[in-house]
T-cell receptor, first 111, second 114 residues
Framework: EADIYQTPRYLVIGTGKKITLECSQTMGHDKMYWYQQDPGMELHLIHYSYGVNSTEKGDLSSESTVSRIRTEHFPLTLESARPSHTSQYLC??????????FGPGTRLTVL | KNQVEQSPQSLIILEGKNCTLQCNYTVSPFSNLRWYKQDTGRGPVSLTIMTFSENTKSNGRYTATLDADTKQSSLHITASQLSDSASYICVVSDRGSTLGRLYFGRGTQLTVWP
């Protein structure tokens, strides 16, 4: 099993709250990713990072922001959560061969 | 437009039976194709990865095939077990960018009944 962790696993919050989803990996991978996945739908890339101090927006527009201050840590922040943000958020990192390893995901529900 | 289509959308089989899942893609230029297994509420886990020159690759009871000419892949599961119940996702990577962009299918939801 890959050494990539996400917390919390489940989060239920009210509209307008600020939240941070944590993601960390112990594999020393430079590239990290955040995906959003709704039930029965494909994964959509919302953010990615090539390394420390490098972050880019993905294919799907997202109101979230990310930071990459340390190689192993890639947190995602929502400044003001809304019901439309309800989804599953998956973090991943990739090795030099491009193989991606996924975390267990955070299931977010905004009331 | 780069796309990955999977069929069937869902499948129910009895324990011990075999099944085959399909994946068609239009991603170009092609780099590799991967099959992932995603248990409910979990992240995807890689089953196989196939490059352009590979036709078949096995991982235990899972056998993936790739026809790069017709841009089709299949995942065959032999002697299914209850633990095989999951979503199986086909993912195709292009080689047109440094990022190695991944294109995800919507998955086939497999349910194995006792």
């Amino acid at each position: 099993e890959a050494d990539i962790y996400q917390t919390p696993r489940y989060l239920v919050i009210g509209t307008g709250k600020k939240i941070t989803l944590e993601c960390s990996q112990t594999m020393g991978h430079d590239k990290m990713y955040w995906y959003q996945q709704d039930p029965g739908m494909e994964l959509h890339l919302i953010h990615y990072s090539y390394g420390v101090n490098s972050t880019e927006k993905g294919d799907l527009s997202s109101e979230s922001t990310v930071s990459r201050i340390r190689t192993e840590h890639f947190p995602l922040t929502l400044e003001s959560a809304r019901p439309s943000h309800t989804s599953q958020y998956l973090c991943a990192s990739s090795n030099s061969l491009g193989e991606q390893f996924f975390g267990p995901g955070t299931r977010l529900t905004v009331l | 437009k780069n796309q990955v289509e999977q069929s069937p959308q869902s499948l129910i089989i009895l324990e011990g039976k075999n099944c085959t899942l399909q994946c068609n893609y239009t991603v170009s230029p092609f780099s590799n194709l991967r099959w992932y297994k995603q248990d409910t509420g979990r992240g995807p886990v890689s089953l196989t990865i196939m490059t352009f020159s590979e036709n078949t690759k096995s991982n235990g009871r899972y056998t993936a095939t790739l026809d790069a000419d017709t841009k089709q892949s299949s995942l065959h599961i032999t002697a299914s077990q209850l633990s095989d119940s999951a979503s199986y996702i086909c993912v195709v990577s292009d080689r047109g960018s440094t990022l190695g962009r991944l294109y995800f299918g919507r998955g086939t939801q497999l349910t194995v009944w006792p």
